[in-house]
């Protein structure tokens, strides 16, 4: 017989469950969240244009969702790839130095008593993330994907989420954008956090019977 049959691997053991993202980091996944309608134009520059159209309300947080839109322009083609891929701060040399670079996109929110959370050192290995709740506030980086909008290669929208936990200050509060390899300098603007807190009221569970029995 030219080809053998191999003997017969022995099974491999089930890898052990992955840890499900803690509630400080994301929204949680039993509830349908409540969404207000923010409008907010965050940032813009000749490239780039980042906004905040929804914000979804949570009984332990809100979801901000920004959308961050790109074109071309005047850049060359090498420019405007470099642009988007320095959307993704992971991939980003030295985003966790002491000196922030050019190329990192970052979120920040400041309340009234001068509390503040960003998403700058924020980790984005999910077995690195402690399930312990660190100290409050946290503001975490999420990613939703690519958009589908007509255009062609030179324009493109990102969605991304902001998870703010917990639920801020039934007040003002200041959102802030700072990304100067995208033309945008610190920029910040005021988001109600009263409508915030109300719209919380109204999450309701995906399974209402299980809520109910626990």
Do not use: C
């Not at 790839?81 to 002491?98: D, V």
């Not at 920029?187 to 209402?208: F, L």
């Amino acid at each position: 017989m030219f080809f053998e049959p191999q003997p017969e691997m022995p099974e491999a053991a089930d890898p052990p469950p992955r840890p499900g993202l803690p509630g400080w980091y994301a929204p949680p996944d039993e509830e349908m969240g409540a969404v207000m309608v923010s409008g907010l134009t965050l940032a813009r520059s000749p490239n780039v244009v980042i906004t905040a159209p929804t914000i979804w309300a949570f009984s332990t947080g809100g979801l901000i969702e920004v959308d961050i839109v790109t074109r071309r322009g005047a850049l060359s083609p090498d420019d405007y790839q470099a642009l988007q891929m320095s959307l993704f701060p992971h991939m980003i040399a030295g985003a966790r130095a002491k000196r922030l670079p050019d190329q990192l996109l970052r979120f920040g929110v400041r309340f009234g008593d001068g509390t503040k959370a960003s998403t700058v050192g924020q980790r984005f290995d999910r077995s690195a993330l402690p399930q312990e709740p660190p100290r409050p506030p946290e503001l975490s980086l999420l990613f939703g994907g690519m958009s589908m909008r007509s255009g062609g290669e030179d324009a493109g929208v990102m969605r991304v989420g902001l998870w703010l936990w917990p639920l801020p200050p039934a007040e003002a509060f200041e959102l802030g954008v700072e990304w100067p390899a995208g033309g945008v300098g610190l920029n910040i603007v005021s988001v109600d956090g009263a409508a915030i807190v109300a719209a919380a009221g109204r999450s309701v569970p995906y399974w209402p019977d299980a809520a109910e029995n626990e």
